[in-house]
């Protein structure tokens, strides 16, 4: 019950915190300040790759040296005026990279970064690609996430924000599939209220980013449908399943109706991930009372 209890709350009490921290083309860091000591500073790094180190904080002023992806820099300055490029508005930051010391626009430097749980060599970038408007006046934000090693990029995936838009990410290892090195989920929140509606998954192996599914709840006046997935570490089961759990709560007037057994329906579906895509498997059974029973293959 306590899934139940979980998704009766969020269509019945709409609740949850908002987690949307700032404009979708707005980009924005902290600078240090000069008094603080070397073990406490923060370090950012570089979101794209082949980036220019300027002198000022123009594009047309003199380069300093190459940056490649990955770059760890401290911020100590930002420019007085923001730059706006391919819909996306920053302050360029004056840093320090080892013993270089020079400009970067910030939309350059990523908003996130983190690493491989199967290989350290490996980290991963995260941030902004691009904001525009389409034929009909929407605004359509695109997020990227890179991969790379040793200063080299190894891939790039970009995720569209047109259903809902990308904020919080996190890696989770292999989450006990066999041909699947780490499990990047991006939390999706709803583009008018900011509130988290669903999430994305994206797979890395083999140097390369696949993108799964977007996994976006539905609800309105006496519906909710939510799905998420359960993976082999979930239930000790077989390293190549993963199970699309949907809740379905139908009749919902209160909030005793949402927790009244007769109106929810639990579905799984097992799913194959062949390595490039998942299939669908023949035969399940219910998930009952938050706990996965025996499935059938």
Request: aromatic fraction near 12%; charge should be neutral; glycine fraction near 6%.
């Given at each position: 019950?306590?899934?139940?209890?979980?998704?009766?709350?969020?269509?019945?009490?709409?609740?949850?915190v908002?987690i949307?921290?700032?404009?979708?083309?707005?980009?924005?860091?902290?600078?240090?300040?000069n008094?603080?000591p070397?073990?406490?500073?923060t370090?950012?790094?570089?979101?794209?790759?082949?980036?220019?180190?300027?002198?000022k904080?123009s594009?047309?002023?003199?380069?300093?040296?190459?940056?490649?992806?990955?770059?760890?820099?401290?911020?100590w300055?930002?420019?007085?005026?923001?730059?706006?490029?391919n819909?996306?508005?920053?302050?360029?930051?004056?840093?320090?990279?080892?013993?270089?010391?020079?400009?970067?626009?910030?939309?350059?430097?990523?908003?996130?970064?983190?690493?491989?749980?199967?290989?350290?060599?490996?980290?991963?970038?995260?941030g902004?690609?691009?904001?525009?408007?389409?034929?009909?006046?929407?605004?359509?934000?695109?997020?990227?996430?890179r991969a790379?090693?040793?200063?080299?990029?190894?891939?790039?995936i970009v995720?569209?924000?047109?259903?809902?838009?990308p904020?919080?990410?996190?890696?989770?290892?292999s989450l006990?599939?066999?041909n699947?090195?780490?499990?990047?989920?991006?939390?999706?929140?709803?583009?008018?209220?900011?509130?988290?509606?669903g999430?994305?998954?994206?797979f890395?192996?083999?140097?390369?980013?696949?993108?799964?599914a977007d996994?976006?709840?539905?609800?309105?006046?006496?519906?909710?449908?939510?799905?998420?997935?359960?993976f082999?570490?979930?239930?000790?089961?077989?390293k190549?399943?993963?199970?699309?759990?949907?809740?379905?709560?139908?009749n919902?007037?209160?909030?005793?109706?949402?927790l009244?057994?007769?109106?929810?329906?639990?579905?799984?579906?097992?799913?194959?991930w062949?390595?490039?895509?998942?299939?669908?498997?023949?035969?399940?059974?219910?998930?009952?009372d938050?706990?996965?029973?025996?499935?059938?293959f």
């Open positions: 019950m306590k899934n139940l209890k979980k998704s009766a709350l969020f269509l019945c009490l709409f609740a949850f908002n949307f921290a700032q404009s979708v083309d707005q980009v924005e860091f902290e600078v240090m300040d008094e603080i070397a073990e406490e500073l370090y950012e790094y570089l979101l794209a790759h082949k980036v220019f180190l300027r002198e904080p594009v047309r002023s003199k380069k300093v040296t190459l940056l490649n992806i990955g770059t760890k820099m401290v911020l300055e930002k420019s007085l005026y923001a730059k706006e490029i819909g996306i508005s920053s302050h360029w930051y004056r840093v320090t990279t080892g013993n270089e010391t020079g400009w970067v626009w910030g939309g350059m430097i990523a908003q996130k970064s983190f690493g491989s749980i199967a290989d350290n060599q490996v980290k991963f970038v995260y902004y690609e691009s904001s525009a408007k389409n034929e009909v006046g929407v605004t359509r934000t695109k997020y990227q996430l790379f090693k040793n200063g080299q990029q190894l891939d790039k995720l569209d924000s047109l259903s809902a838009i904020v919080y990410i996190e890696n989770h290892g006990g599939l066999f699947v090195e780490d499990v990047i989920t991006v939390d999706l929140a709803d583009m008018e209220t900011g509130y988290q509606v999430k994305s998954y994206i890395w192996n083999n140097g390369r980013f696949k993108k799964v996994l976006i709840d539905y609800a309105d006046a006496n519906y909710l449908k939510t799905e998420t997935f359960v082999p570490s979930d239930m000790q089961g077989i190549s399943t993963i199970l699309l759990k949907t809740t379905i709560t139908k919902i007037k209160t909030l005793d109706d949402a009244a057994q007769n109106n929810v329906e639990f579905i799984t579906t097992p799913y194959l062949n390595g490039s895509k998942l299939i669908k498997k023949e035969e399940s059974r219910e998930i009952k938050g706990a996965v029973v025996s499935i059938d």
